[in-house]
């Protein structure tokens, strides 16, 4: 069974702060996707990675993917209310076109 | 580009009814996706399309589930017999190959009394 472990689950910061998000994987993928889910709604891609080391910026929010495609960073700087919502990685396996997804980690920025 | 839409956003239904959900994907968009979202966690994958067919299914879906998708563009979501443990959220995606990143619809929220 594929998993991937998301840390932290939950998360509470001052607006400001900058913080890191990790999903971890001991299964390879062909590439690997952020969203951002707002109560009630579906996920909002951010980002997709498909290099292994692989770094992309958007704006305040730096996504990384690990150099053997099993990991991957969201790191936000200065983190602003607007960024509260629940953060999902999912990663594409290889043999499948399903998204296999992470656990989720909800993030509240407090002003 | 109109993005994926779900009809009906919310559904309220008595245990042993059937509900259908309906899912239109992005324009051109061949492949679409099924997951299920319960409160708490992250989607599980149910089923998926390219065109007309239904190439995986997942354990997750019992014979009470059927998807179709019949003329390769919209698709619906039939639940038979529902049980209150169907209560969550079912999300739609689809995607374009060789791009295989898949985009979400705002999900339809059943519940089962």
């Known amino acids: 069974t594929q998993l991937l472990e998301q840390s932290p689950q939950f998360l509470s910061i001052q607006e400001g702060e900058n913080l890191t998000v990790y999903c971890n994987s001991s299964s390879v993928f062909s590439s690997l996707q952020w969203y951002r889910q707002e109560p009630g709604e579906g996920p909002v891609l951010l980002v997709t990675v498909v290099t292994g080391g692989e770094v992309k910026k958007l704006k305040r929010l730096t996504f990384q993917f690990g150099d053997a495609r099993k990991d991957s960073s969201l790191h936000i700087t200065a983190a602003q209310p607007g960024d509260t919502g629940l953060y999902l990685c999912?990663?594409?396996?290889?043999?499948?076109?399903?998204?296999?997804f992470g656990t989720g980690t909800r993030l509240q920025v407090f002003p | 580009d109109t993005g994926v839409s779900q009809d009906p956003r919310h559904k309220i239904t008595k245990r042993g009814q059937n509900v259908t959900f309906r899912c239109d994907p992005i324009s051109e968009h061949n492949r679409l996706y099924w997951y299920r979202q319960t409160l708490g966690q992250g989607p599980e994958f149910l089923t998926y399309?390219?065109?007309?067919?239904?190439?995986?299914k997942s354990r997750l879906l019992s014979d009470r589930f059927s998807a179709e998708r019949p003329k390769g563009s919209f698709s619906t979501l039939e639940i038979q017999r529902t049980e209150q443990g169907d209560s969550a959220m079912y999300l739609c995606?689809?995607?374009?190959?060789?791009?295989?990143?898949?985009?979400f619809g705002p999900g339809t929220r059943l519940l089962v009394l």
């Open positions: 995606a689809s995607s374009q190959p060789p791009v295989l990143t898949q985009y």
């Open positions: 999912a990663g594409a396996p290889y043999n499948t076109d399903k998204l296999i």
């Open positions: 399309f390219q065109n007309e067919a239904q190439l995986e």
